[in-house]
């Protein structure tokens, strides 16, 4: 059977990075397709006033909702889950969440202009590998990226280029060359 070699998604825990543990959860959740009733959330209403065809449809959002909780509930730990224990749907589970753990837009901006620095004053360190000088400018990007800022591939691949150490500059002018930068992807350079 094909289910057999099924291999359960490990359930991301929250460990305080919000941005980075609600990309996660978000992708998790819509795999498991109950991003729906997390993102708009689910109404409680009273069985009785519904036709059958409602309350079915009612029950399922329902525990598509109990069981978006579940994840929540199982991504935190006792403290934090107690804070949210109250709450009567996994949307406001997640918005409580957010609002707690994601941070002011102030701070926000501020740990955005603190990558941005970050970004524009890397430079490739003598010896480094080119891999290795790679990683460190896409963890930069990645955290920029998680703070608002989409940079454009140009800039990045411009940026590289010319943040190289000198002994790259024969290749740098052969990549120049030969290719149209403004066309050039991060997984192309």
Known sequence: MASDNYVQPAIPRFDGHYDHWSMLMENLLRSKEYWDVVNSGFLETDGATLIAAQRTAHEAAKLKDLKAKNYLFQATD???????????????????????????????????????????????????????????????????????????????????????TPKFIYIVCAIEESNDIEELSIDEL
């Open 78 to 164: 006792r403290s934090i889950m107690e804070t949210i224990l109250c709450k009567d749907t996994s949307k406001q589970n997640w918005d409580s969440m957010k609002k707690k753990y994601q941070g002011s837009a102030r701070a926000k901006r501020q740990q955005l202009q603190a990558f941005r620095t970050e970004f524009e004053t890397l430079r490739m360190n003598s010896g480094e590998l080119v891999r290795d000088y790679f990683s460190r400018m896409m963890a930069i990007v990645s955290k920029m990226w998680i703070h608002g800022d989409k940079m454009e591939d140009i800039a990045i691949v411009e940026k590289i280029l010319r943040s190289l």
